[in-house]
Every structure is written in C-alpha cells, then in structure tokens.
C-alpha cells in the first residue's frame, strides 16, 4: 500500500527534476512563454500540475481493490452518498477545474488556464479528455456523484498540500496550446518514471511520516530517477571533424560551408529550418550531423533525432550515428533505434525483447513497468561497455524510445506525433529537445507530406531546429515544407508568399524562425562543389514485352523482359563487374532470379547471384543485406562478379556502389535515386569491359520492334501513377534523340547538374508545362489525374491531423477517444501483417525443414525463442491473410506477447512443402525464393 497522495508529491519531484535535467533551455522558455510566467515560475506550476494528476483517484476509485478501501476510515466510507464510477482522469478532470479556480486560475471556457490545465494533468494516460462544464462537470454535479462533503474537503487539502510544498503560489493567466502539449509530456512522463515499483516500494516499507517529510525524500530521490532513466541532457565534447566522422579527413565543399556560415546564423537569428539539397552519395548525412552540431550550440537545444523513411535505411543510418557517439567518448549517452523491427538489429540485446519491454503498439498501461536492474547484472563483462550506448530497459519501452537523447527512427515515429493517438505529447516532448533530422524527404508520397507539414508547423512554433535532406525534392515540395515551418514559427502564409525559398541544387537553405529571412550556400562553395561531385552515367533505354515466367521450363522469347535483362548481364557473366537488377514487384523479382540462374552461365551461382527482398525471413535478409553493405560498400572487399535482383529495398540511404544498374522502367525520381549507386566511389577500380556507370531501364511495351509501339504497363506495377511512367519514358526518349552523337536510346546523365531539372519536369512545377508539351498521347489527362489523386491523398491525411496550435478550442481536439499508434495512418496502403513458417515433424513443429530448431509454444518464453520467432518471420498483407483458419492463428501461449500477438502460421510438409491456403490467396515460404504468392480468381 502507497498513500495517493505521496505518489502525487513523487510525481511532482520528478516532473520538477525533468525540467532541470531532460528538458532544454528552448523548452523551458517555450512553456513559460505560453504560460506568461517566468522560468522559475513555470517550473513550480508544471510540479504542481504533475502533482494534481491522480487527485480523481479520491473517488470511488478507492473501492476498487478490497485491501486498500478497507483502509479508508469509517467517516469516509460513510460519506460516499450517491457517487458512481468514473475513470480516475476524468474524475480528475472535473474536479481539478473547480479546484484550480479557487486557487485563482482563471475559469471561463475552454481556452482558460483552470480548464486547460486540468486537461493536461488528466492527460497523464496519453488522451486529452472533453469537457462540459455546463454538463458532466458542473460543479454541483461533481459534488454529487464524486462523494460527499468529506471526499471534497480532502481532494482540496490534497490539492493544497502539493501546491504548497511545490511552492507554485504564482497562478498563469494564459495557458497556449503548444505549453499545454509539453506539459503533459512532462506529467506522462513524471508519472511513469515515478510508478515504477523500485521508486515507491522502499519508500512505502518505511515507518509513518508526514507529507513534507515524504516530498523532501521524494527530491532527494528524483535526480536518480531520472538519471537511471538516462534522460539526463548532456553536451558533446568538441572533437576534430576527422574524429567524429571516422573515414573522413576533411569536408566536403558543401560541408565546409555549412560548417562557416551556419554558426553565424544560428547564432544572431537563432533556431531555424535548414534544407539541404544534393546528389546521392553527396554525403547529406554528415552534413546533417555537423549541421545538428552547430544548431544545438546556437539553439540551446541537445541531441539529434534522425528520421527516415524505411527500416533497412534506418538501420543503416543507425550505425552511422552508433559511430558518431562513440567517437564523442567518454561521455556515455543512450542511442536508440525505433521502428517496428528494431528487434532485428543485433546491437539490442535479448534482453529487450522480455514481454514488458517490448515496443508495445497496443498501447498498454505503463502501470507494468517492473525494475530491470536484475538485467544489468545479468550481463557479461563483456557485454557490459555496450550499455554506455545502448539503452537500458527503461528507455525501449514502445513510446519511450523516443525520449533518448540520441535516436535514430522511421519517419512514422515522429509523424504520429501529429495525429490524434494516444501519447502523442510524449512524443512532442521527445522531438522538441534537439535537431531533428529527416532524410530522404523525396521518399515521401504526398499522405505523408500533408502530415509531415503539420509536424514541422509544430515544430517551428516550438522554435525547435530542423534539417530536411533530400536528393530528389521538388522545389514546390520544398518551399512548403519551408513555409509549414515558418507559419508554425507565427509568421502569415501571404506574408510568405512573394519570398524566395529556393534552394539551390546542389546546396543549401537555412530560413530562421524569427524573422523568416533566408540564407542559401555561397556560391564560390556551391560551384566548387558540384564541380568535385561531377560525373557521368551513361543511359539506356530498352523495350521489351512484359511476361510473367510462370514455369521456368517455359522458352522465354528475346523480345521478352527477361530476355533483354539477361542480355545486359553479359558482360558481368562472362567477365566481372558487380550489377543492380531492381525489379517494380516482388513477384518480378523472383521471376528475374529464376530465369537469370537458369538461363546465364555463372560460374558460381550461389556466391554471384543474389536475390533479396522484403518478404524473406528476417535473418536470411538482414544477413544478406549486412553482405551487400560490406561487399557493395566503400572498404569491401568488393568481389569480382556479383548481381543482385532485388525491388525498392536498396533505392534509398544505403552506402553501395554498383557499375551497371538494370531498372524496369519506373518514376524519374526513383531512377535518379538509382544513379547514386552508380560510380558512388571514385577509389574503386571499374572493370574493362565497364569504364563507366551505366543505367539499363527497360520499358514494358506490347510490340517493342514497332515504331510507333506505346507503353503497356502492367497492372501490378502500381507504386507510382502512371503519369510518372508516362512522363519518366518520354523524357528519356527526349534526351536520348537530343543526343545524336550517342547510339540510338542512349544518352547521358551529367551528375548533379541535370537532377533538379529532371526532377522538376516530372514531379515538380514543370511537370503541367512538360505534360503539355512533350511527344506522348495521353500525358496531359494523366498528369490531371495525378493532381486529382495527390489532392484526394492530402485531403484524405488532413482530416485525420491535429489541428494547429492556433487553431485549438478545447485540447481535447489532440486526442480521438480510440485512436492508437497501432491504427493510425501514416501511410497509404494496406498494413502488413507478420506470418511464419513452419514445418511438421513427427515429434512436433519446427522452425526448420531440417528439423533442428523446435518451434517454441511456451508457455513461458525466453528472449532467446522470441528472437528466434521474430527472426524467421515475414511481412504479408493482411488481405492475403485475412481469411486465415482458426489454427493459423499462432499459438495461444504468444497472444500474451505483443510482437507474437498476431502472428499468422503457414504450416509446411518438410519433405513435400505445398502452399497454404487463405480463401483465394496461396503462400509458401520457398528457401530460395522467399515468400511465393498466388491469387486464384474464385473463392472455392
């Protein structure tokens, strides 16, 4: 048994402790700014708010467990007259409001500070709750169904004790939406911190004593809280730039400049958003972290926030940002990785994937942290230096990731901080502490764009920095990336309208938050370089008759895709050179391998030809991806021969270098993404019979020998709008015919000087001009389409955003009641589910055909099984699974496991494996292929 009210006053000690050791300078003058107080001020308040929040457990909560309402005393048990039951933070909610105001906050709707913060200390449980005060929460109303007269008097003594042992006397006259959302990150926060059971239990073992003596322990016990939390907010050492980026001697042209004029900038206008242009392969990356460098020295603000679109780049990324921390030692600060299949990455240890510290999507109540000291002990010698990066149990819980100070995530992590989901405000306080970074924003469709501006207008009304990188963006896209910033930062969108927020390509923008003023690269670096970065790709466009494989015995005709891919891969076969074969689907792609092992003659086939995709188990594509980053990277060891067929996995962000790429034909963006694996490392010595890049892409057509054959494009290739395929093989054919000099259909790509024209006459504000006038039937209705389908996809992600911060009534518009991380949108498309193969042997089920992994059933599982569950498992859509028999569903023991939940089993003869049936989808998990999928018409 703890009293409620000592957990009120442990909540408010750490909240207090968090404001002095989490939250940074910026944060902390935000709050108060939006408070009208000043920072000390804002400090007790936020206290004395986190204290308030359990006050509506002084309810018929009570009655909820035996033991503890035995307790209450004979009065009071007596004094419940006709009360009911309500949820303790709504209970809160109503009587904080009341409270509040005779504690002389303001009351008179919903933008007043008593209700507004009633709201934010009854948010503790992540969802910011409506309130009626002529309705449920009128206060005679309170007072009749939440207890009698007692029950009122000793929720306002308790309020009145935290208030006076805060010492939060001062009452704000104004509450804003953005210190409304920090602070209740702040009470989330606070109270999960505070409830874990190795802060209260010893405490709670202790002899009587009174409340002032408990908040005195309760102070002194904070900073360690917090501290074993590893929340605490520390400034990197200084190091040489050789130091911090190993590889590296010296910047880039590009770099340097950020790295001269930044700090000026920064440092006179203060925090700002800085869009970085470049060529794949440019080194955007560490132009980010020297850029995060500078901007958190200038803005006061500590750590990065690292965002991307994908989890084989945010892995890749994680490493790269793994390299950047060790190289600041000795300082030891946590770094986390945050995305679904954080699981994979071997740099978290078993340890994580314990039921209770799993990344939970299902929202649990964190009322089931436990201590995991035991974890740390549990540790080798060994394993033991790793803990000064890698976070301890605390900080891998599936919201509190984010928190590190130091992270590297999916871009959907920080995305749905500006959706309605539970614990979104944790997830602001999270970001608004550092530099957050997003990578490769081209990748972006325009769903996740509309929710992407709604972010960074928050952001920028929190004045927190921010980088943007991309190779491909659209200068429209980036100018309202820009202005979503700085209308977030209070400036007027027609005030905005007539400046100029180009940015130059390749270079750089930094437009501040104060003034809206912007300032490019100089242009004696942006010349030199892009004259460092030039060189030359040599293009190919090739036609040729689209066909599935089917059966591999079949004759594929040379006019036939297959056919003119294998034709292109000659001279790797018989010669050496290492080639990108990126297919538009997976089937495509298992159909490429197949037809290439069996109709090249490779002289090692196993070692030279490669397949990887998406829907492999997760430990044969890690590992296959981990073989191409070394052997495709810049150390090697390179090999003589390879080819490796895969889809978009390998587009973005990974650090390989290939001599031929073979492309079906696909968005000018994509392709351009395409190119920077192409000549990506200059001290590599290319093969004779390849002198120089080259990129093959093949366009589906229906008679490729005839001259006036147009594009069939298939309808499984249905990643970008046909417009985009329209308009990409046009402009190809363009060029090539302005190129006389070269054989027919090929041309030449200059690198960076012809990205952002390309870039913009397919995807950006010359697309209508180009539609118009280039040589293609058709490519004005389907660019009309297209608009019409971008401006459904924004309108479709706008009604489901938060609204901005100047546009909110009642806080309760930042929370839809049943609304969770798990079911929210950040993306369009279908969400994947995760199945796993298995096989039957007589003496039960198996990982393995061989046999030799038993498939664990419980009921208790180690991290080990749970790893080994995870690892062999596969992404599918949950339509292909949504017929599943109730003996697919997993096994009962897993349902207690959030990763293991939903799991759906395909059940495989290991001598003879036959696909599993889901109403008219068939999968089977071939040992080559991956997973193999076929649709029947007709349900049977």
């Known amino acids: 048994m703890y009293p409620l009210l000592f957990h009120m006053l442990d909540v408010a000690a750490v909240a207090g402790e968090l404001w002095d050791r989490m939250l940074v300078a910026g944060q902390r003058r935000r709050i108060a700014e939006g408070l009208g107080l000043d920072e000390r001020a804002a400090r007790l308040m936020v206290m004395f708010i986190a204290g308030c929040h359990d006050i509506g457990k002084a309810t018929r909560f009570q009655e909820c467990e035996s033991e503890a309402w035995a307790r209450v005393n004979d009065a009071l048990q007596n004094d419940t007259g006709d009360w009911r039951w309500l949820r303790h933070d709504r209970a809160g909610l109503y009587v904080l409001v009341e409270l509040l105001a ?99 239990v010893p405490r709670a073992q202790m002899g009587a004593y009174g409340a002032a003596d408990h908040f005195a322990w309760a102070r002194w016990m904070a900073p360690q809280v917090v501290e074993q939390s590893q929340l605490t907010r520390l400034d990197l050492p200084t190091v040489p730039f050789e130091q911090a980026h190993p590889g590296l001697e010296q910047p880039n042209a590009l770099q340097a400049s950020v790295m001269d004029q930044l700090p000026r900038l920064a440092r006179e206008k203060g925090p700002g958003i800085l869009l970085v242009t470049d060529a794949t392969g440019g080194g955007k990356t560490v132009t980010a972290l020297e850029g995060s460098r500078i901007l958190n020295q200038s803005c006061r603000t500590r750590g990065v926030c690292f965002l991307l679109p994908t989890t084989a780049t945010t892995d890749a990324a994680y490493d790269t940002l793994l390299g950047y921390v060790k190289a600041h030692a000795p300082i030891p600060l946590a770094l986390t990785l945050v995305h679904n299949h954080s699981w994979l990455n071997r740099a978290y240890t078993d340890q994580s994937l314990t039921p209770g510290e799993v990344p939970d999507c299902r929202d649990g109540d964190h009322a089931a942290d436990l201590d995991k000291d035991e974890e740390w002990a549990s540790l080798t010698d060994n394993a033991k230096p790793l803990r000064r990066w890698v976070p301890d149990g605390w900080l891998r819980g599936w919201d509190r990731a984010l928190l590190a100070q130091f992270t590297v995530a999916t871009v959907d992590q920080a995305l749905m901080t500006a959706l309605p989901v539970r614990y979104n405000a944790l997830r602001m306080l999270a970001l608004t502490g550092r530099t957050v970074v997003i990578d490769e924003a081209h ?163 196993k070692s030279e030809l490669v397949l990887v995709h998406a829907r492999m188990p997760g430990h044969r594509r890690e590992a296959v991806l981990c073989r191409l980053r070394q052997q495709l990277g810049p150390r090697g060891p390179r090999p003589n021969r390879l080819a490796v067929v895969t889809t978009s996995l390998l587009e973005v962000s990974l650090d390989m270098d290939a001599d031929l790429v073979i492309a079906d034909l696909t968005s000018m963006a994509r392709l351009l993404q395409l190119v920077g694996r192409l000549g990506r490392f200059r001290h590599l010595k290319r093969p004779a019979r390849m002198p120089w890049p080259r990129l093959v892409v093949v366009h589906p057509h229906e008679r490729p020998a005839a001259p006036d054959s147009e594009l069939a494009l298939p309808a499984s290739w249905n990643a970008d709008h046909p417009f985009l395929l329209h308009a990409t093989a046009a402009l190809l054919h363009q060029r090539a015919d302005c190129q006389p000099h070269l054989p027919d259909r090929v041309s030449e790509l200059q690198l960076p000087d012809d990205v952002h024209e390309l870039t913009d006459l397919v995807h950006g504000e010359q697309a209508a001009t180009w539609a118009a006038t280039a040589p293609a039937p058709g490519l004005v209705a389907l660019y009309e389409q297209r608009q019409a389908s971008l401006r459904a996809d924004e309108h479709l992600s706008a009604t489901q955003l938060i609204p901005a911060p100047a546009r909110i009534a009642s806080l309760a518009e930042l929370s839809h009641p049943t609304l969770t991380s798990a079911r929210a949108a950040t993306r369009i498309g279908d969400r994947p589910r995760r199945a796993l193969a298995c096989y039957r042997h007589p003496d039960g089920r198996t990982l393995d055909r061989d046999g030799d992994h038993p498939l664990p059933v419980g009921p208790h599982l180690s991290p080990d099984h749970i790893r080994s569950i995870l690892e062999h ?12 028999p109730p003996g697919q569903h997993g096994i009962e023991a897993w349902r207690q496991h959030p990763l293991l939940a939903d799991l759906v089993l395909l059940e495989h003869d290991p001598h003879d494996p036959q696909p599993v049936r889901f109403g008219r989808h068939h999968l089977l998990l071939d040992d080559e292929l991956g997973l193999v999928h076929r649709e029947t018409s007709h349900l049977h």
């Open 102 to 200: 005779e504690a002389g906050y303001p009351n008179g709707g919903n933008y007043s500070p008593a209700v507004r913060l009633a709201q934010t200390a009854a948010a503790h449980h992540g969802r910011f709750l409506a309130l009626d005060l002529a309705g449920a929460a009128r206060a005679e109303r309170v007072h009749r169904e939440l207890g009698g007269r007692l029950w009122q008097e000793i929720r306002r003594r308790y309020v009145a004790q935290v208030r006076h042992l805060t010492g939060a006397e001062r009452a704000p006259q104004r509450v804003d939406a953005v210190a409304a959302m920090g602070i209740s990150g702040v009470v989330m926060l606070a109270d999960r911190l505070a409830s874990q059971r190795r802060v209260w």
């Open 443 to 605: 990748a972006l469709d325009a769903f996740s764009r509309r929710i992407l501006a709604r972010l960074l207008h928050w952001l920028g009304a929190w004045r927190t920095p921010v980088i943007v990188l991309s190779a491909t963006l659209p200068a429209d896209a980036a100018r309202a990336l820009v202005h979503a910033y700085l209308t977030g930062a209070g400036h007027r969108e027609r005030d905005l309208r007539d400046r100029d927020y180009r940015v130059p390509y390749p270079g750089w923008l930094y437009a501040d938050a104060a003034t809206a003023t912007a300032a490019t690269i100089e242009a004696a670096a942006a010349t030199a370089h892009m004259a460092a970065q030039q060189r030359m790709v040599e293009v190919t466009s090739l036609s040729a008759r689209y066909r599935p494989l089917g059966d591999s015995a079949r004759p594929v005709a040379e006019d036939e895709r297959l056919a003119v891919i294998a034709g292109q891969l000659t001279d790797v076969v018989h010669g050496s050179g290492c080639a990108l074969i990126r297919c538009p689907t997976m089937d495509d792609a298992q159909d490429t391998y197949r037809h290439l092992k069996q109709a090249l003659s490779w002289p090692d086939p």
């Open 873 to 884: 498992s596969f992404p599918v859509p949950d339509a292909w699974v949504a017929h599943a």
